[in-house]
Each structure stands twice: as C-alpha cells, then as structure tokens.
C-alpha cells in the first residue's frame, strides 16, 4: 500500500509557472507508473500526464504538451510535475495516482490504484 500527497499548487498569474510534487510513503515507490490529472470545477476529471516506473517514458495530454513537465525522483519517493506558460484553463485541482507496481503506464484514471487528496491550481488572467 502507497499514499500519495501532493503539494505546489497554488495562484499564479497567466504565463507563470509552479512545480508540483507527489510524495509517496508507505512503501518504497520506485515500480510504480504514476499519473498526474486534473478536474476542473463542474467537468469531469482528465489525464494530464503520466511517466513510467523507470522514468524513462513519459505522456502528454496534448493541451498540455511543451508546456508541461513530468520527472520523478525514486530516491525521493517522489513524482514532479513542472507546469509552465500556464494559461487560464489549467485552473484544476491537480492529483497524482498510482498504478499497480510493475505496470504500465495509462491515460485512463479508472486505470489507478492510488490517488493523492489533490492540490489546487489557480490560473489567473
């Protein structure tokens, strides 16, 4: 069993830029795929990006590519997501999820095992 805690988020002014991070504890989090997606107020929640165990293969959701930057840290236990030249329409809380160690990683949330409480983003114009 992982639990999962993001944290970073926060206001940020349009074209800004913050990190967020999701640290693991419970259990070692170096097999783990991780995603990160995020839910919108009244939409429903959607995929954002994810990076594969190793590290070496990362998604985009393609709102967000070239803007967005997932790296994970495994002596850390933890997973980042740089988001950068943020527009409006990132406003989201943001959350990162795990999957099953030793799996793929996945663009579909119903895919991930573990899920973090979630942290806001605010985006303003």
């Known amino acids: 069993q992982v639990q999962l805690v993001e944290s970073g988020g926060g206001l940020v002014q349009a074209g800004g830029s913050l990190r967020l991070s999701c640290a693991a504890s419970g259990r070692t989090f170096i097999d783990y795929p991780v995603g990160w997606f995020r839910q919108a107020p009244g939409k429903e929640r959607v995929f954002v990006t994810a990076i594969s165990w190793t590290g070496t293969n990362t998604y985009y959701a393609g709102s967000v590519k070239g803007r967005f930057s997932i790296s994970r840290d495994n002596a850390k236990n933890t997973v980042y997501l740089q988001m950068n030249s943020l527009k409006p329409e990132d406003t989201a809380v943001y959350y990162c999820?795990?999957?099953?160690?030793?799996?793929?990683?996945?663009?579909?949330?119903?895919?991930?095992?573990?899920w973090g409480q979630g942290t806001q983003v605010t985006v303003s114009s």
């Open positions: 999820a795990a999957r099953p160690p030793g799996s793929a990683y996945d663009t579909r949330s119903d895919e991930y095992r573990y």
